[in-house]
């Protein structure tokens, strides 16, 4: 269920801001094509584009992820080197060895203090106790269909083939 990431991911934090880290602890909703959520996004991607790759594509495969970060903390952060966590529904494909596309929807908390960290909720009948414990009520259903899926697997196709 958590997995530390490599530290250089600490460089992509400080590369998308030069602010310090924020201390508090409340969550907040992120609204999508807002600055906030849009970097939010962009360096969720960069860390499970490395994550995934580590754990599913050991031989080298690019891997692409499709993002959406609905919630962040502390609450009232304005940039994103501010964050201390971010909640965020992804959507990661490889190609498999017969060139087909394999795709993962997972939602991720990634904690940013010290070496960032992964959570993924676990697959089967811990699933939905892992959400209860990994993601703050922010109004978004993880367990339901994601209404947003098909977007993020047309973004995630398009950028695995290079359009």
């Not at 584009?49 to 031989?59: G, L, N, S, V």
Request: proline share 8%; net charge negative; charged share 20%.
């Amino acid at each position: 269920m958590k997995r530390p990431l490599l530290y250089l991911l600490a460089a992509a934090l400080l590369a998308m801001s030069a602010a310090g880290c924020g201390d508090g602890v409340d969550a907040m909703p992120l609204r999508p094509g807002e600055a906030l959520t849009i970097d939010a996004d962009r360096l969720v991607r960069q860390l499970m584009e490395i994550d995934f790759k580590d754990r599913t594509a050991p031989d080298g495969a690019a891997v692409t992820c499709s993002v959406r970060s609905f919630g962040a903390a502390p609450e009232g952060a304005s940039n994103v080197g501010q964050l201390t966590t971010i909640w965020a529904k992804t959507v990661c494909g490889a190609p498999g060895p017969d060139g087909m596309l394999g795709m993962s929807m997972v939602p991720v908390k990634i904690t940013l203090a010290g070496q960032p960290e992964l959570f993924m909720p676990r697959d089967g009948a811990q699933y939905g106790d892992d959400l209860a414990k990994l993601f703050p009520d922010l109004g978004v259903d993880l367990a339901a269909e994601w209404p947003e899926f098909p977007a993020m697997r047309a973004e995630l196709e398009a950028r695995a083939s290079g359009r």
